[in-house]
């Protein structure tokens, strides 16, 4: 009998929790299994599969090339099922249709809002659920299907088999500091004199900090002084408040922020642009509902839609 017509959601649950504790005693006093009668059904699902899943040593289980492609494949089923399960609880509570956004810190404010009130719109019993997080865990949770688009920069974004990404625009990278700043004053900036000042920039590893490093080096310069490293977009933003710190933003990041006199393009720009863009799972069949929220997200993005503060909502979702 094919494995797969035996196999249940409870079963794959178990199989992630071997994965994660690597033990069979331990998998089976969290399941409150009996530890003879999961070791007999492991081997009954290596069997059926024809292939061990789980090399076994001294110091517990190791998920074999075949095991890791069925945890891969249990992860999506299970977030998929949550997703379902979501889905139904949103239909309950007067909810037609249910999407899970997920965007960098780092990712244009205005954008993301913008397509998703847009969609709205389209969609007006739709609910929305709007994640942050870096995009290496952002893309990871895709793949699992927990999320159904994820926006972000793809400056250093590596392809995978599994999704389909797109660059929405491109764009610079600029200098900010707080109203007032002693920049604001001089007409010529060079990196010999942004060199005197300490810096907010986000971690190594982080897109935009990769830019900032390169165009160090490009540059030639010395070292810049990199007081303080955050990945928190509003916070970096207050960081600079009440102090002559510097620090690099987006384009558009600079301009929605600079709208709102929260900080100040110093007008120096990177020799180095940047890309934002949105990735999804690679599926044979969409559904429409997703295909509508990534044209919202196009539609945003030409639109570069800034809203003055105070704007009603009604008049955004009519725009």
């Known amino acids: 009998m094919d494995w797969t017509r035996r196999i249940r959601v409870q079963h794959l649950e178990v199989l992630l929790k071997l994965a994660q504790t690597g033990s069979i005693s331990e998998t089976a006093r969290l399941t409150f299994t009996a530890q003879p009668a999961l070791s007999k059904w492991l081997k009954e699902l ?10 076994r040593h001294a110091r517990g289980l190791t998920p074999t090339e075949h095991g890791q492609m069925l945890i891969h494949h249990a992860q999506r089923v299970i977030a998929e099922m949550k997703r379902a399960h979501e889905s139904l609880e949103s239909i309950s509570q007067g909810h ?90 001089r007409r010529e900036l060079s990196w010999e004199v942004l060199a005197e000042y300490e810096w907010v920039v986000w971690p190594k590893g982080t897109p935009i900090r990769a830019r900032l490093d390169a165009a160090i080096s490009a540059a030639g310069t010395r070292p810049l002084h990199y007081r303080i490293e955050s990945s928190s977009l509003l916070g970096n933003l207050w960081l600079l408040q009440g102090n002559d710190m510097l620090s690099v933003a987006s384009e558009r990041v600079a301009e929605h922020f600079s709208q709102r006199g929260l900080i100040v393009d110093s007008g120096f720009s990177l020799d180095a642009s940047g890309a934002l863009g949105m990735c999804w799972r690679d599926e044979s069949d969409p559904a429409s509902s997703l295909l509508e929220l990534h044209e919202c997200l196009r539609r945003a993005a030409r639109q570069r839609l800034l809203p003055p503060p105070g704007t009603p909502l009604e008049e955004l979702l009519s725009t």
Request: hydrophobic letters at 40%; proline letters at 9%; one cysteine or more.
């Open 46 to 55: 290596e069997d059926g599969i024809g292939a061990p899943l789980f090399a």
């Open 96 to 185: 037609a249709l249910r999407m899970t956004i997920g965007a960098s810190p780092a990712s244009a404010p205005n954008l993301v809002p913008a397509a998703i009130l847009q969609f709205l719109a389209k969609y007006p019993k739709a609910s929305i659920e709007l994640q942050e997080d870096t995009m290496h865990h952002l893309l990871e949770r895709l793949e699992q299907g927990e999320l159904d688009v994820v926006i972000g920069r793809l400056d250093n974004y590596i392809p995978r088999p599994s999704l389909r990404h797109e660059v929405l625009y491109k764009e610079a990278m600029r200098v900010i500091c707080r109203p007032g700043h002693p920049l604001t004053q």
